[in-house]
C-alpha cells in the first residue's frame, strides 16, 4: 500500500482556516501577556500577541514555555491560555451579534471565567474526543500532546459530551479522557490549577502506543465524517433552519475544524516518528493511510458546510432585510393615516 502524503500547508490553509463569510466580529481583546504568544490568523499571518491585540475568530494562539495570555471577550468573560499551548478561536457563522465563543484545545490548557449567557448564546470548548459547552461558569480544559485530557470545574455547571457517551459536571468535579477511553468522571484535584496543568503537562508528552493511537485517531475521524454526512443531508432538506438548527450546524463545522486538526495531527507525527521502525510501521500504516482519506473527506465536507452556511446567512439577511422595509412601510402608512385623520 502506497501512502500519500499531504502537505501540511495544505491542510493549515484548505481546512481549518476559518474564512466564512459576513464581517468579522471582534470577539475580545488580549488584557494582559506575558513572553513569547504569538497567533496565526485565519489568513494564515503569522503575529505577536501583545496587549490590546483584538481577536475576530480563525486564529490559532500558541504560547511558549514560561509564556502566557490572558483575552477579556466582549461579554466580560476571561480565557487564560496557559504555557507551551496551542488554542484555536473558531471564527462564529450565525448571529455574530450574539455572545457565542468557541475553542479548540490543540495541546496545553486555558482556564475560563463564563459570565452568563442568554438564551442564543454558547460558550464551547473542544478536545480532541468532547466538547465542554457552558452556560455560566468557571472551569479549565487541559489537552496532553498524546491526547490525553481533564476538565476541571470550579463554579457552576457543565454539559461534556463525548463521542459515545455525555456527563454533567459540578463544583468540585473533574473528567478525564483518554485515547481509547469514554468520559471518566471522579472527584477533582484540590491545590492551585498551574501547579496541576504542569503535573498534567509533563505526565502526558509522550504516546506510549503508538498503534493505538493511529487507530484511534482513524476512528475518530471515521465517526466524524459519517455524522457530518447524515446530519448536514438532513438540514439541507429544510428551507429555512430554526436557531437551534443553526447553532447545531455550526458545532458540526466546529468540531470537523477542532478535533479534525488534533487527529490528523497526532496520526502524522506518530508515523513520521516510527515511520523507520518496520515492525510498527506495517501496523500503522493501513490506518493512516485511511486517516488520509478521511481528512480529504472532511475537507470537503467543511466546503460544504460553509457553502450551506453562505446559503442560509443570505436567507436570513433577506429575511431581515425584507421585514425591516415592511416595518418601514407600515409605520409610513399609520403617519400618513394619522395626519389625514388629523386634517378632517
Known amino acids: 500500500m502506497k501512502l500519500r502524503t499531504i502537505s501540511g500547508v495544505l491542510i493549515m490553509t484548505v481546512l481549518f482556516s476559518l474564512s466564512l463569510t459576513g464581517e468579522n466580529t471582534n470577539l475580545g481583546s488580549a488584557e494582559f501577556v506575558i513572553g513569547d ?9 503569522n503575529k505577536r500577541v501583545t496587549k490590546g491585540f483584538e481577536f475576530f475568530g480563525g486564529e490559532t494562539v500558541t504560547t511558549a514555555r514560561g509564556s502566557m495570555a490572558r483575552i477579556r471577550l466582549k461579554n466580560d468573560s476571561l480565557v487564560k491560555v496557559m504555557p507551551n499551548s496551542i488554542i484555536k478561536l473558531n471564527k462564529v457563522q450565525f448571529n455574530q451579534d450574539k455572545n457565542k465563543f468557541a475553542f479548540g484545545v490543540m495541546q496545553g490548557g486555558m482556564s475560563s471565567e463564563v459570565n452568563k449567557l442568554g438564551k442564543d448564546d454558547y460558550y464551547r470548548v473542544y478536545t480532541p474526543s468532547a466538547v465542554a459547552g457552558v452556560r455560566g461558569t468557571e472551569f479549565q480544559v487541559v489537552v496532553g500532546k498524546n491526547g490525553n485530557a481533564k476538565v476541571t470545574v470550579n463554579e457552576g455547571e457543565i454539559a461534556l459530551e463525548g463521542q459515545e457517551s455525555k456527563a454533567s459536571l459540578r463544583p468540585g468535579e473533574k473528567a ?5 477511553s469514554e468520559i471518566n468522571k471522579g472527584k477533582s484535584d484540590e491545590g492551585d490549577f498551574e501547579k496541576e496543568y504542569e503535573d498534567f503537562d509533563k505526565k502526558n508528552q509522550e504516546v506510549k502506543d503508538p498503534v493505538n493511537a493511529v487507530a484511534v485517531s482513524e476512528k475518530s475521524l471515521r465517526l466524524i465524517t459519517v455524522r457530518n454526512r447524515q446530519r448536514v443531508a438532513e ?4 428551507k429555512n433552519l430554526s436557531p437551534g438548527e443553526q447553532q447545531e450546524l455550526e458545532f458540526l463545522y466546529q468540531r470537523s475544524v477542532n478535533q479534525g486538526e488534533f487527529w490528523y495531527t497526532l496520526s502524522s507525527k506518530v508515523f513520521n516518528k516510527h515511520r523507520a521502525n518496520r515492525l510498527i ?6 490506518n493512516f493511510y485511511k486517516v488520509q482519506r478521511h481528512i480529504k473527506t472532511i475537507e470537503d465536507q467543511i466546503t460544504d458546510m460553509d457553502n ?19 416595518i418601514d412601510d407600515m409605520s409610513e402608512n399609520f403617519i400618513n393615516k394619522d395626519k389625514r385623520m388629523k386634517s378632517k
Not at 504569538?38 to 489568513?43: N, Q, R
Open 176 to 180: 478525564e479522557m483518554s485515547l481509547d
Open 235 to 238: 438540514l439541507r432538506k429544510k
Open 281 to 286: 510501521a506495517s501496523k500503522i500504516k493501513g
Open 308 to 326: 450551506f452556511i453562505e446559503q442560509m446567512s443570505k436567507q436570513i439577511d433577506d429575511f431581515t432585510e425584507d421585514t425591516g422595509s415592511d
Open 37 to 45: 504568544v504569538k497567533v496565526t490568523t485565519a489568513d494564515n499571518k
